[in-house]
Structures are given as C-alpha cells and as structure tokens.
C-alpha cells in the first residue's frame, strides 16, 4: 500500500509537460504513492466556467499535499467569472505562506554561495483585487491585518531558527506607515520574543539592491504579497532564473507545491520546456511531508545533471523535457 497520496495538478500550457515529467522522477526516485489526479486552470475555466471544480477541491482536501503545473492568469480585463486557479486555491485554503527558496545551483552565470529563502504573505495586500474604476480614475485596495501578520512572523521566524538565524523583514513603512507600518511592527513585536534570532528591517527598494549586489547577506526575507512575488522573481534570476524557481504554498492543514514559471503556451506541446522547476517544487514537498531521504536524493540528481548535462535550452542547452527527464532518473540510479 502506498504511503502517501498525492494530488496532481496539470493545469495550463506546459504543466501538461512538466508534472508527467516530474511523477516519472519521483517514481524512479522510489517514492510511494498513490496519485489523484485533478483539473485546475484557465482551460478548464474556458471549457467548464469555472478554473476550480469540486473534484478537485475534494481531492486537495483528501491528499497529503498537490504538485501543481502551470497556470494561466490572462492579462487586462478578466473574463466574467473567472478567478486564477492558484490564487483562489490559496485564498480557499489558508495557504498563508509562499516559500521561495532562492539557491545557487551549478548552471552558467549563477551567483555563488546564495543560500535564501522568501516568504511572501499570500492572502492579503494588493492581492485581495479589490479594484474598481471611476472614469479615468482607478483604485486597488490593499489590505494588512494584524492577525495575518503575526501568522506569517511566525512562520518566518520559526523557519529562520531552523536555518542561520537570521530575518529580515521587508517593507515601506516609510512613505506607506498605515499598512505597511502594521506588517512590520507587528512582525517586529513577535520577533523580540524569539530568543537568538537575529532580527533587521530594509526598505523594499533598498532590499532589491543589496539581493543584486550582495544577496549572500541574507538567509530569510519576509514580506507582503506584491512585493514578494516581484523580489522571489528577481532572486531566481541570481541562480538561473524561473525554468529552476520552485515554491510551496503552506498553510496550518494544506499545502500546494507549484513551479513559479507561467504556462509558457508560446512553447507548450513542442516538448522543450524544462521541468526542473516542478521537480523542484516535488522536492520541497516531499520535505514537507517528511520525506527528507526522497527529497534529497531527487535535489542531487538534478544538480549532477546540471554539472553533467544535458541542460535545456534556457541554462543553454538542447535538451527537451524528456531527455533531461531521463537523464535525472538515470542520476538517481
């Protein structure tokens, strides 16, 4: 009997590529489970009127944790009725916290000795999308609460006690001291109560620059939802970019596991996408649920195939999902 059950997400584009990709590594890799597979996503949206059917949120409910592929959020104005997959997913299920490890991996033009990780509160800020317009003017609400604050210092601290001890919290409360000035007071009055964690602030504008002049200062970053989906972006670039960024949605009960890329549909079908990223995101599930052996063994195997090759065309490569596939499943051998 399995030991696990595990939620497939295919999604969008791409994910149609990458999640096959990654269950082939974890099945090499010896991982026992059972899978239930389950739709999400814009095409399904486009086919069905809804991106998130009941199935689906029966088998996340159901499982020990999703693997989640790829989505597609459209541009400019928004279908009537839609909402993206993933964001609703996090909003529905609490999923508080989005963990961005940011880490140097043997790839052309990396940064050397980068060793972070960014958390990004995920329910709350701008992402509420609380917008409306009138006339040529037109307004997003952003919303703090000091509940939701204490949830993600909490989680922040606690992850950076398990690494090096060290937090900073990102924000500006300086031109926006009303919210942002909530986020971080609140954060900072919970850190003063953890003993031996090394607490410091930066200003957002500030954080963007040291993470390019100096990201091996940092250990673990925390911050509201806009600005850490814009700076986790900005950090993968430090290691290669989004083709390896991977992240976890975590919540108190839930978690879902997605790469960060988009659904990439200018190259979906054609085979060539690179599944590191999911493989990745399996790896940080798979810690997640206590398999550490697993996760780190399928972590090795990447990085030796990306010492070895063969690399897919965006770390300069050729290779197309299924050789690189192959090649970290011949790895784990």
């Known amino acids: 009997m399995a030991t696990y059950r595990i939620c497939l997400i295919e999604g969008d584009g791409i994910g149609h590529e990458v999640i096959p990709a990654t269950r082939r590594v974890l099945d090499a890799a010896g991982f026992s489970a059972e899978y239930v597979h389950a739709e999400a996503g814009y095409e399904y949206f486009l086919d069905h009127g809804t991106s998130v059917p009941q199935a689906t949120y029966d088998a996340v409910e159901n499982t020990h944790a999703t693997l989640f592929g790829a989505a597609t959020s459209p541009s400019g104005e928004k279908p009537a009725g839609f909402s993206g997959a993933i964001r609703h997913l996090r909003q529905k299920y609490g999923l508080y916290a989005n963990v961005r490890p940011t880490k140097t991996r043997p790839v052309p033009g990396a940064y050397e000795n980068v060793d972070l990780v960014i958390v990004r509160e995920n329910t709350q800020g701008l992402y509420v999308e609380q917008e409306r317009r009138y006339g040529d003017t037109a307004i997003a609400d952003t919303v703090i609460t000091k509940g939701a604050s204490e949830r993600i210092g909490k989680f922040a601290a606690d992850l950076a006690m398990k690494r090096g001890k060290r937090l900073t ?119 997640h649920i206590g398999d550490h052996e697993t996760a780190r063994r399928i972590d090795a195997a990447v990085n030796k195939v990306m010492v070895e090759g063969p690399r897919t065309r965006d770390l300069g490569g050729t290779a197309g999902t299924e050789e690189f596939t192959n090649a970290v499943i011949a790895a784990l051998a």
């Open 169 to 287: 919290v990102v924000h500006k409360a300086n031109v926006l001291p009303v919210t942002q000035g909530l986020f971080l007071n609140t954060i900072l009055d919970h850190a003063a109560t953890v003993d031996g964690l090394n607490t410091g602030t930066m200003i957002v504008d500030n954080a963007a620059m040291q993470l390019v002049r100096n990201p091996q200062q940092f250990d673990v970053m925390v911050m509201t939802n806009m600005f850490g989906d814009i700076l986790s972006d900005l950090a993968a670039g430090l290691v290669g970019g989004l083709g390896i960024a991977a992240s976890g949605n975590v919540g108190d009960k839930f978690g879902i596991f997605e790469s960060v890329h988009g659904s990439a549909p200018d190259i979906a079908g054609q085979g060539i996408s690179n599944p590191t990223a999911t493989i990745l995101a399996a790896v940080l599930m798979l810690d």
